[in-house]
C-alpha cells in the first residue's frame, strides 16, 4: 500500500511502503476438540476477514482489503 504524506515546510510529498502479511493456521487437534472455530479467512490474495465466534452476537464480520 502506497500512501503519500507531507511534512509541513517541505517541497515534496514523501511515499512510504506499509508491508502487511497474513499467515492463518489450521485449528490444533485441542481447539477442534472444543468446538472452536476459525476467526480469520483470506478472500483471495488482498482481503481478510474476521468472522467473530457464536458466542459475540453483537459483533458484526469485518473484512479488510490491502493493495498490491
Known sequence: MMMASRTPGTPRAKKE??????????LSKREELAKEQVSW???G???????PP???RSAQS???TFDN
Open 17 to 26: 511502503k506499509i508491508v502487511v502479511l497474513v499467515c492463518l493456521r489450521p
Open 41 to 43: 479467512d483470506c478472500l
Open 45 to 51: 490474495d488482498n482481503t481478510i476477514v474476521y468472522k
Open 54 to 56: 457464536p458466542h459475540e
Open 62 to 64: 469485518t473484512s479488510f
